[in-house]
């Protein structure tokens, strides 16, 4: 039994914790919303419910966290009474969260002076993936010390991807949501079009699902947008803060990003538009007002 640590009880933070407990390990549980920790804490007796983010790093040789963006994720690591000022040399922090690739290099430097390793672990497959325990997991960072806590991430997904050295995971990551805003973009634009023109959604999507154009993404989403189901499995507004983050990278590394530059300024208009906590197809809701047509069964 290993004693590990989780930050973070969002959509996916929630379950990815409930796995490492039931892997049969200890897990110090912590999260901005007190009662989202007392009650999982409590839910097994290998829970242990932590007031603040320090006593995480006191308790865990492995801490995980999964939040919402750079500014929480450093907050919730180095800030006051953050992980760093409980965690001691040779505990390893895997941050899951999808934050800047610089963010993560900095954050690595604060707990590498104090004797720690830290881990850049983003994941995909969102809230369904979270709950089955099939996530995609992006590594970057030292491979031993992958290695030396893979049976943990093994707990939470099946695909597991050392891609390099620090910051490495989330350029894999963010490349990974670039293609995937990119498609979504497509697949909205297609859809209303073809709606508007009077091609039943059901028959757009058979084609699509049977051509060059298929996508997995299409695949998955098209029967929530049919059934006008926009329960956030990755909400609007963190599709966006990841845009934001791909921007800053290819600045950073002299990359041209057009189409995800408009892409980022669409979604911000649903953003503004009040669909930001919901799911990434809302996005149709603001071109199908624009046209003036519902995509739906």
């Known amino acids: 039994m290993a004693k590990l640590g989780f930050l973070g009880l969002g959509l996916m933070g929630k379950p990815m914790a409930e796995h490492l407990l039931a892997g049969g390990h200890e897990v110090a549980i912590w999260s901005h919303t007190t009662s989202k920790a007392r009650e999982l804490a409590d839910s097994s007796d290998a829970g242990h419910y932590c007031e ?108 597991l991807y050392y891609c390099g050295g620090q910051g490495m995971g989330l350029h894999a990551k963010l490349s990974q949501n670039l293609v995937l805003a990119n498609t979504l973009q497509g697949f909205v634009e297609g859809m209303v079009l073809s709606t508007k023109a009077g091609v039943p959604p059901e028959l757009m999507f058979e084609i699509l699902d049977n051509s060059a154009a298929k996508s997995g993404l299409i695949a998955f989403k098209a029967p929530h947008v049919f059934k006008r189901n926009f329960e956030a499995a990755f909400p609007l507004k963190w599709m966006r803060k990841d845009i934001g983050l791909m921007l800053e990278s290819g600045r950073e590394l002299g990359v041209p990003l057009p189409s995800t530059s408009l892409v980022h300024e669409l979604l911000g208009a649903a953003v503004a538009k009040g669909h930001g906590d919901e799911d990434i197809i809302a996005a149709f809701k603001l071109f199908e007002e624009l046209a003036g047509v519902v995509v739906e069964s």
Do not use: H
């Open 52 to 159: 603040i983010p320090a006593q995480v790093g006191e308790f865990a040789d492995c801490i995980f966290l999964c939040v919402g963006d750079s500014a929480m994720s450093e907050e919730v690591l180095t800030g006051k009474s953050g992980v760093l000022s409980g965690a001691t040399p040779g505990t390893v922090i895997a941050d899951c969260s999808t934050i800047g690739p610089s963010t993560a290099r900095r954050i690595a430097a604060k707990f590498e002076a104090k004797g720690c390793r830290y881990l850049d672990s983003p994941c995909t497959g969102s809230t369904p993936g979270a709950r089955g325990g099939t996530l995609t997991f992006m590594i970057g960072g030292d491979e031993q010390v992958f290695n030396s806590v893979r049976p943990y991430f093994e707990c939470m997904g099946t695909n």
